[in-house]
């Protein structure tokens, strides 16, 4: 199963481009883990219990009282507030298992978001010293999956903050295997939508690092195979995958999955921003793009999240964070650079985030956000994993630049 496989327990140690025996395997796991870039002394490591290294995350049933002192008012102050809140939480109980897995490269491209957006280093630097203790590797097991390349984008835009050699060494030669990888006319490079948000980041900052339009022209080639498939023109929603053409929920509608469109509109958000605005293709992207922002606010939920499953918010009782955040995100992005009119999605993105910060608890844990899936599903309030709080973090910088511009 696909949902296995991502779930694999991440690396334990730096990389090698060969393989462990299974005995030596079992006893590092065996062992325990300490990350070398954690900075937390010896007096918060015995009080902290790390995410769980399969799940990047857990549920607990009883995660204390909500957050009662967090405004939601669209000022920096405030967003910055909330930021730093869910940040320095999962920082304290996520980085002593920091690794490679598409998990954490989402959290560690919200922590970047954070620093820049908040003017506190540590979450930068937290991301940096991660990337020096896995000496800029990607994860290539399994090329060419998207899954795995998902941390380039980390490692590129601390390369873009600081131009070193090594920031780049090894993602641009496993960006530069991707290029000239013939289609597989059986099956899509990027078959889940999920993708979206993880390979073609990376080879658009590729593209801008290095002028090259090949990284650029090959991320259009195989996004649009992609859309193609799975990408429902009435709806203006995507499928998870070919699995979901044709099954239904239980009110008989399409069966779309919340964090699965968020994927995407983080994806778009990454297009936009790097894409040149004379490319031949950029207007397919700003329409989709238009027609997605357009479908999730028709459907926006009275607490101003999504549910799960996208058209049947019925059969959820609670709202889906992650995919909420990455949908949010791509919104108040739109606002930001005038691509969404404003007096229509302003209202929408401030309705979110509110709804955001109501599953914030009293120790900055962010909640009701789905496990590691493919499909919708039910869930704890108390859930929380890496990859939406990176999406909250992301949502929360273009809230802030929102904001600023109020000012």
């Not at 540590?122 to 290539?140: G, P, R, S």
């Not at 999955?257 to 894409?275: A, C, I, Y």
């Not at 919708?376 to 929380?384: D, I, V």
């Amino acid at each position: 199963m696909f949902v296995i496989e991502r779930a694999s327990v991440p690396p334990l140690r730096k990389p090698t481009r060969s393989s462990l025996s299974g005995a030596l395997i079992l006893g590092v796991l065996l062992s325990g883990f300490s990350f070398a870039g954690a900075q937390t002394s010896a007096t918060q490591k015995s009080a902290v219990v790390p995410v769980n290294r399969e799940t990047a995350g857990d549920s607990p049933d009883d995660p204390g009282p909500l957050a009662k002192n967090l405004s939601s008012a669209i000022q920096p102050r405030a967003i910055s507030a909330a930021m730093k809140k869910v940040a320095d939480w999962e920082l304290t109980v996520a980085e002593p298992s920091f690794n490679q897995q598409w998990t954490f490269a989402a959290l560690y491209d919200g922590l970047l978001a954070a620093s820049s957006t908040t003017r506190d280093a540590k979450y930068h630097d937290a991301v940096l010293h991660m990337a020096q203790h896995f000496d800029w590797q990607l994860l290539d097991k399994r090329f060419p999956h998207a899954d795995d390349q998902a941390l380039g984008q980390a490692y590129l835009d601390l390369y873009r903050a600081d131009p070193q050699p090594v920031r780049l060494a090894d993602t641009k030669a496993i960006m530069d295997r991707l290029v000239v990888r013939p289609d597989d006319p059986h099956k899509l490079l990027w078959w889940w939508c999920d993708a979206l948000f993880m390979a073609p980041p990376v080879l658009l900052r590729t593209y801008a690092i290095t002028h090259d339009r090949k990284y650029l022209d090959y991320m259009d080639h195989e996004w649009w195979l992609t859309s193609a498939s799975l990408y429902d023109p009435q709806e203006h929603l995507y499928y998870r995958d070919s699995r979901y053409f044709t099954q239904k929920q239980a009110n008989g509608k399409k069966l779309f999955w919340s964090r699965g469109n968020g994927w995407v509109m983080g994806g778009l958000v990454n297009v936009l921003e790097f894409m040149p605005a004379d490319y031949p293709s950029r207007p397919k992207y700003v329409e989709q793009f238009r027609q997605m922002a357009e479908k999730l606010a028709e459907i926006q939920s009275p607490d101003g999240l999504w549910r799960s499953g996208l058209l049947d918010p019925d059969a959820y009782e609670l709202p889906e964070v992650s995919g909420s955040a990455f949908v949010t995100y791509g919104i108040a992005y739109g606002i930001n650079h005038h691509i969404l009119d404003r007096a229509k999605y302003q209202p929408v993105v401030e309705k979110a985030w509110k709804g955001m910060l109501s599953h914030i608890y009293a120790d900055g844990r962010l909640g009701s956000i789905q496990p590691i899936d493919g499909q919708p599903g039910k869930f704890k309030p108390s859930a929380s994993y890496v990859y939406g709080v990176g999406g909250f973090l992301l949502a929360g910088s273009e809230m802030h630049r929102l904001a600023e511009s109020k000012r």
